[in-house]
């Protein structure tokens, strides 16, 4: 009986991680704001918002999981919890930054809206990807990387015994203690 083990593919670097973060997180936010505005002709828009966005962010924990942080499986439902938790704090920082806006400035214009709302998003964002790459889909990187097949671990089917043959006398323990 063979045991087979799947090989994790490397973790991309930093740059194409966020690159990678950027382009599916941003399909996934622009796909998300058409089909919020569809959905919202059907039913009140506070509910259609809540729907999409929680399929949205299983849809990119999902391609975050496979593609932007190397992991090339599906995410485990921990991954989503902890994804959902980043994307709700995200959340709540754009929806803070209005609400200070709107606080300092009686009437903003649209203009200042949008500078603030995306700089509060993009600065969410940047938290989200560290969040993300050094929280959800960390690898153990407490182990030095494997170069090649001899640092791998070996899994046998049945387990294996060593035999230990004593070939010299142990050296008494007053020896063994004593400072050289």
């Given at each position: ?84 938790g ?43 990807f ?11 990187r ?5 170069t ?27 020896t ?5």
């Amino acid at each position: 009986m063979e045991t087979t083990q799947r090989r994790q593919q490397p973790a991309p670097g930093a740059l194409t991680a966020f690159a990678r973060f950027v382009l599916f997180g941003g399909a996934v936010g622009l796909a998300s704001s058409l089909a919020v505005a569809a959905l919202a002709t059907r039913i009140p828009w506070s509910l259609a918002n809540a729907l999409i966005t929680t399929v949205s962010t299983l849809l990119a924990t999902e391609l975050h999981a496979r593609f932007s942080f190397g992991a090339g499986a599906r995410a485990t439902w921990r991954q989503h919890a902890q994804s959902a938790g980043s994307a709700a704090a995200a959340f709540a920082l754009t929806c803070m930054a209005i609400l200070v806006l709107h606080q300092l400035v009686a009437a903003p214009g649209a203009m200042l809206e949008q500078i603030v709302y995306l700089s509060a998003s993009a600065l969410a964002g940047l938290a989200r990807f560290a969040v993300l790459r050094l929280v959800v889909f960390a690898r153990n990187r407490s182990q030095p990387a494997a170069t090649d097949h001899t640092t791998q671990p070996v899994h046998t089917a049945r387990p294996v015994h060593a035999t230990v043959t004593q070939t010299a006398t142990p050296a008494a323990p007053a020896t063994l203690c004593r400072a050289a």
